[in-house]
């Protein structure tokens, strides 16, 4: 539990909120925090503890955020952050790590499969949640700008772990390197730079609460970030369609993608549809991008291993795939490593006929 024992856990909980006797019920699911349903003597609450290092900067956006999104909606619920004895907002440990406490929301987590209307009640309640968060000031005009901040952090700590004697060395440089190329391209493109604002960073189905078809809350704000507002309901859309059964590459229900990005749209949401699933396959590979540097990350701070079904391995060998066949691949690891580190420096300053393999080129700036 990231160096906290459970034990330790439940004392934190009884002298900073002051309750009795609590049990913990670990919460399976998440690559960024550790999170428990709370009983006994505490009201229905969920305890979150977050991974060591988290800054003091990102706990305040979140709580600004889940203010915004908690004024803006009215059927779809958000996390409400339980106070302190003291009425501090959260307590932290020796290692820095980050501990809140929230009211439960009811619900049964994930898009319920075989159900009409809950995928597109989903992609309703992001363009809602977007409608809040728009009111939001943004410091920058760059569509991608959370996945570059996220890119830099990634791209900062090596290669995890687990990798080691899983991929050569080699390979991990060209996934990144061609991840990296992919944000900067996309960063400079017109069609993209539209609708950016604040934006829930990680709306997909576990962090989605359903009763039947009807999307009841959305938790795990941990990740909000400033970018396109249509390129986040293309990577939700992307979430709820692709196929958990597939490893060796991602795939989706183009079907299903569709109209998913209709109901988006259909949503009250300003933007032309169209030409965003025009870019479908360049869409389907910034997702790619999307996935793998999430588990990279959580892979770097110990909190994940991979697993099937995860999202990971099949956009890990897309992005393999399209980076040793991009001519980049053939200058070498010298040049590879200067594509990446460039890229971060800029950070720094600023199967079924329905479901197919991506084979998107990277992103063409225009």
Known sequence: MDGVTEGALRQML???????????VPLTGGHTNRSFLVHGDAPPCVARLSWAGKTATQVDREARMLALATEGLHTIAVP???????????????????????????????????VPGASADAMRGLATLHAALA??????????????????RVYSRGMPTFMHGLVREREYDAVLTHAGDCLARASTSSWASRRIQWLHGDFHA??????????????????VGQGSAWLEAAFAAFALSRD???????CFDTIAWGQSMCNYACSGSVGDVATWIARRDVLATLFCVDQVLIHLEAAQR???????????????????????????SAAGDASQRRTASTVASLVSAQGDPSCRQTTASSPAAD
Request: proline share 5%; net charge neutral; aromatic share 10%.
């Open 14 to 24: 009884q002298r900073a909120w002051g309750w009795g006797e609590v049990r913990l």
């Open 80 to 114: 409400t952050i339980i106070p302190t004895l003291h009425g501090a907002g959260h307590v932290t440990t020796a290692a820095g790590q980050w501990l809140h406490v929230f009211e439960r929301i009811e619900g049964t987590t994930g898009v319920p499969v075989g």
């Open 135 to 152: 009111r939001a000031a943004t410091d920058t005009g760059d569509p991608v700008a959370w996945l570059l901040t996220r890119y830099r």
């Open 206 to 223: 576990g962090n989605l609460l359903f009763h039947g078809a009807r999307l009841r809350g959305v938790v795990d704000f941990d990740e």
């Open 244 to 250: 958990v059964t597939r490893e060796d590459a991602f």
């Open 302 to 328: 110990g909190l994940w291993i991979p697993g099937p079904g995860m999202g990971f391995l099949g956009g890990w060998q897309t992005l393999l795939q399209l980076a040793q066949a991009s001519p980049a």
